[in-house]
């Protein structure tokens, strides 16, 4: 999947592709307000599961990755590491993932409490991967651009 605001690297496929897992998500900036950047990245550090209920009342802003840490992990030779979630707009899932995944498989939850996070569709997706038991990865290679008042790419 990829969004059409979103700008892969040339490589990304094949990265993505490398180690056969079920979803491999490539990162990208993330929009803060006025459609700047925020500062952050679009993929969530793994929580734990025993730590909240589905579905997750939002994801808390400070586990979003910034790219110094992503671009780290990078210098050391990581090259996929465990998330909790993270936006789909550059996202390789395994079909035949959706036959074992409950249905509905995307969805945008909002919480009656104007106060409450509301969860994205891609969180969803991402919290139905964590309730089946399915990691979901991060390539720290991929790093993508994402069109906001220009090109963003990950700084």
């Known amino acids: 999947m990829v969004d059409n605001d979103v700008v892969l690297p040339k490589n990304a ?5 490398e180690d056969r897992v079920d979803v491999c998500l490539g990162y990208y900036a ?9 500062g952050r990245n679009n993929v969530c550090r793994y929580l734990n599961p025993n730590e909240y209920n589905f579905p997750y009342r939002g994801y808390p802003f400070e586990s979003e990755y910034t790219t110094q840490e992503l671009d780290a992990m990078k ?24 036959d074992d995944l ?8 909002n919480k009656p409490d104007q106060n409450a996070e509301m ?12 309730q089946a038991h399915v990691p979901v990865y ?3 290679r991929v790093g993508c651009g994402h069109i906001m ?7």
């Open 30 to 38: 993330h929009r803060g307000e006025k459609n700047e950047y925020s």
């Open 138 to 140: 991060t390539d720290v």
């Open 102 to 109: 409950e249905f509905p498989w995307f969805d945008w939850v």
């Open 149 to 155: 008042r220009k090109v963003q790419w990950p700084e």
């Open 13 to 17: 496929l094949r990265l993505l592709l």
């Open 75 to 98: 210098a050391k030779g990581e090259k996929k590491i465990r998330i909790h979630g993270g936006g789909m707009g550059c996202a390789l899932i395994r079909v035949g993932l959706f």
């Open 119 to 130: 969860l994205s569709e891609d969180l969803f997706f991402c919290e139905r991967c964590v």
